[in-house]
């Protein structure tokens, strides 16, 4: 097999897997690869996958299948990501033509790991149970110039019964500040305004390594001293470790975003508890109180899972009651899949698929009506949007507000990256339309 000169990696999963790519990338890049036009035409081709639900990893599982039935093969094939993890070795029993599988704890393995495949011409597993701070982020080959994601702390110990990811990422391991202070800084030199830190559960950040003496809010403020970084956000938190500290973080930063993603997943606390989410809902509804209490003007982000074993219809009435009443700007909803090696494996799936879509659906209708009356509580608004890049269209521009809602407006190229202030003046779909409010607010170029 030839040394591989051009790679195409595809993502599936959340930001985590998004910024794996983009380091495993920044590897290839370095030893001297360049990315292909498509994944039909390169040397390399990377499967970053995930395994959260079964229809993620059907997806990859019926790509790698179908491309073991082309005779020809020239292209290194490996899987990286969390079902490398979630399968190992059996990925090798079930495609054979695979190459490699790399884990998620490996990704600094990926030169070498190509270089065993190309000399022994043999499948190669790397799957480490325990990340181990080694990786270039300062290499990474970043897809986006205003927003980027840096990892302060992989995996996970919370344990939640249906969860895989305690078991794809391993435990908790975080990322000594300096190393996250050093590479904020660097993207700021290089013009990025937005960061959005990233871990399983970023709350928990340092409370493995109390000699650190920096917990997560600690963190947040060494970062606001950043000149020239406008915003910090941070993906995701466990309700259980929203302090108090936190609350006030957002009230009092500078660039810290008012929003916060608070996944309540049920709204029964019998069904909380079956799921280890060690809080019930009275706590949740307590903390979101307390949050809104002090940071008055925050929009809140949401995960449900529907159709839990044993989910009762009354229960998912309290779900749907505790959306009605807590008013998320933002929900995602899913229905349950069981998940190979987690606890919850052990009770019977027993919420027939057309209920769980019955109810998704119910909770989609409840969330759009939400959604709906915010964008119009938006009109006429003036909201201040830091510009991304031009829209699909091709004719607007797009942005995100503090509050992580997607505005579209008429623009110059010369906005982007730039802070600007916009008047909603109309929505579609989820997206605001607004226009640039004159005078002032046009940075002198
Ligand atoms: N660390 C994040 C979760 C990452 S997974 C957190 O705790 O917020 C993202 C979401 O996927 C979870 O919040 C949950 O709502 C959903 N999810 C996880 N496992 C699932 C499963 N087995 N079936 C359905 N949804 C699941
Ligand atoms: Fe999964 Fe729970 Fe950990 Fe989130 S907190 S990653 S849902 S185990
Ligand atoms: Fe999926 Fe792993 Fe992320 S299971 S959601 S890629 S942590």
């Not at 990377?46 to 959260?52: H, L, V, W, Y």
């Not at 509050?403 to 779909?429: D, N, R």
């Amino acid at each position: 097999m030839k040394d591989p000169k051009t790679y195409f990696i595809r993502t599936y999963g959340c930001q985590m897997n998004e910024l794996d790519t983009e380091i495993m990338a920044g590897q290839l890049e370095k030893r001297g690869m360049t990315l292909a036009a498509s994944e039909e035409e390169c040397d390399l081709l990377i499967f970053n996958t995930c395994s959260i639900r079964d229809l993620a990893e059907r997806k990859v599982m019926g790509k790698l299948g179908r491309m073991g039935r082309g005779a020809k093969r020239q292209t290194l094939i490996g899987v990286a990501g969390c079902m490398a993890m979630a399968k190992k070795e059996a990925l090798f029993r079930k495609f054979p033509h695979l190459d490699f599988v790399l884990g998620t704890n490996n990704l600094a393995e990926l030169g070498t790991v190509i270089d065993e495949v190309l000399y022994s011409q043999r499948q190669v597993l790397r799957t480490e149970d325990r990340f181990v701070e080694n990786l270039d982020y300062l290499g990474a080959k970043r897809e986006d110039q205003v927003k980027a994601s840096v990892s302060i702390i992989r995996g996970c110990d919370k344990y939640c019964t249906y969860c895989v990811v305690p078991y794809t990422r391993g435990e908790e391991v975080s990322r000594p500040p300096e190393s996250i202070v050093e590479e904020c800084r660097n993207l700021v030199d290089k013009g990025y305004k937005e960061i959005t830190l990233l871990g399983q559960n970023v709350n928990s950040y340092g409370k493995d390594r109390p000699e650190w003496s920096a917990l997560f809010h600690d963190l947040l403020y060494r970062l606001d001293q950043i000149s020239g970084l406008e915003r910090v956000r941070f993906m995701t938190s466990h309700p259980v470790d929203i302090t108090r500290e936190l609350m006030e973080a957002i009230r009092d930063l500078r660039t810290l975003c008012e929003f916060v993603h608070f996944p309540i997943q049920a709204g029964s606390n019998r069904i909380l508890k079956k799921m280890h989410r060690i809080y019930t809902k009275e706590i949740y509804l307590e903390k979101v109180a307390l949050l809104r209490e002090i940071v008055p003007n925050v929009s809140l982000g949401t995960d449900i899972i529907v159709g839990f074993p044993t989910e009762t219809e009354a229960e998912f009435e309290e779900t749907c009651e505790a959306l009605r009443q807590i008013r998320y700007s933002v929900a995602f909803l899913f229905a349950y899949s069981p998940r190979k090696g987690t606890p919850a494996m052990r009770w019977n799936d027993d919420i027939p698929e057309e209920v769980k879509s019955a109810r998704l659906q119910k909770l989609l209708e409840i969330q759009e009506e939400i959604s709906q009356e915010e964008r119009k509580q938006m009109l006429g608004q003036t909201v201040e949007v830091l510009v991304e890049r031009f829209n699909r269209d091709g004719e607007h521009l797009k942005g995100r507000t503090r509050c992580w809602k997607k505005v579209i407006f008429k623009g110059t190229e010369a906005m982007i990256g730039t802070l600007q202030q916009v008047t909603v003046h109309g929505y579609s779909h989820q997206t605001l339309v607004g226009e640039v409010r004159t005078g002032g607010a046009i940075p002198l170029l």
